[in-house]
């Protein structure tokens, strides 16, 4: 019954041109997509052996020449750049940040503290490169429904990892 609820609200909400929905459109759609990235990502984290992932990364790290990092780090800047000032101070990230800081940064990270960075991120930051992601992509995938983009998208990532 909820489902049924949350589906007809979703179909409103991304459907009816009045002008009134489509201002809250966007909100609704960007809160689904970031909850889904969200709760994903927390499912992730809570299925992950954290003392491993940190010691594998800071290996990677230890093993990457600065100048390979510095090219790396600039590419995932460029999407945490839009962060909050406030989030990006909490969690020590800037456009100058060396090897050294990023290991020192996954070395204090635990469980509880990757779930208040997720929830720290806001929606449009995560809608936003979800869009950017998709405009990318092939049609295909732009002709699938939201739940099956992010499906996708999301099985992508942690093939990744």
Request: hydrophobic content about 45%.
């Amino acid at each position: 019954m909820v489902a049924r609820r949350i589906i007809l609200f979703l179909i409103l909400s991304l459907c009816l041109p009045h002008p009134l929905w489509a201002a809250q459109k966007v909100n609704a759609q960007d809160k689904i997509i970031s909850s889904s990235f969200k709760t994903l990502a927390k499912a992730f984290v809570a299925a992950s052996d954290i003392a491993a992932l940190k010691k594998n990364n800071i290996a990677k790290l230890n093993q990457m020449s600065n100048e390979k990092f510095r090219q790396r780090y600039e590419k995932v800047y460029a999407v945490i750049k839009d962060l909050p000032s406030q989030v990006k101070a909490d969690y020590g990230i800037s456009d100058t940040m060396t090897k050294e800081q990023a290991i020192k940064n996954i070395e204090g990270l635990d469980k509880k503290a990757a779930y208040a960075l997720i929830n720290a991120i806001p929606d449009e930051i995560i809608a936003g490169e979800f869009r950017k992601y998709l405009s990318k992509k092939d049609d295909k995938i732009q002709k699938d429904s939201l739940l099956e983009q992010i499906k996708k998208i999301w099985h992508q990532i942690t093939r990744k990892f």
